[in-house]
């Protein structure tokens, strides 16, 4: 923090050095000096993508999905950011946790258009189908986000959750397994055995 104040102090247009320090705040816990840099960063460098998908992620943090979307269009739309899939990602979950999952779809897919195997948006397109009940396109999406990436705790969870839908007990036992074994302290394990507890009741 005080490296990043002595830069500012010699030059306080820095907008990556207004990025940082502000990501440094957020993470003391200080909302209120973290958005006032994050802000400056996006005023002198509105063509940063960086600086607008981090301001998003941080409004979206806080519950503010309205002020946050904007942030996320400015960093997928802007061809010099590497990564837009990454930005329109985060703006499905920040819908999604918004209650807007119609939105939520909308950014996922577009993320997937961007990069079909960025795991984000197919976790994303997971959840979604199986909040709606699709669960045969829930696991579709689940198969092809284990094709490009290792399951967590909430992924295996998920799978064994979409599996029991899908009354196949065997494919939901190897995604308990795996839980149990790679995951034996989660909260998931936790949710995992509580159900367990229930069925057999």
Request: net charge negative.
């Amino acid at each position: 923090l005080e490296k990043l104040q002595r830069a500012l102090e010699e030059d306080s247009r820095l907008a990556d050095a207004h990025s940082a320090i502000a990501l440094a705040y957020d993470q003391l816990g200080n909302s209120e000096e973290a958005e006032r840099h994050y802000r400056r960063a996006t005023q002198l460098e509105p063509g940063n993508g960086a600086a607008a998908n981090s301001y998003a992620v941080f409004l979206c943090r806080r519950d503010r999905w309205h002020d946050a979307e904007p942030y996320f269009r400015r960093a997928a739309d802007n061809p010099r950011y590497p990564t837009p899939a990454a930005a329109l990602s985060n703006a499905g979950v920040c819908a999604m946790s918004a209650g807007e999952p119609e939105r939520a779809e909308e950014y996922f897919r577009a993320a997937l258009a961007q990069d079909a195997r960025f795991p984000e948006a197919l976790s994303g397109m997971m959840e979604l189908a199986y909040q709606q009940e699709n669960y045969l396109q829930a696991r579709a999406f689940l198969q092809r986000y284990t094709d490009v990436s290792e399951p967590d705790a909430q992924i295996l969870l998920l799978c064994f959750n979409i599996e029991q839908r899908l009354e196949d007990p065997a494919a939901a036992e190897r995604c308990a397994a795996r839980l149990r074994s790679e995951f034996p302290e989660s909260a998931e394990l936790a949710q995992l055995r509580q159900f367990e507890r229930d069925a057999r009741r």
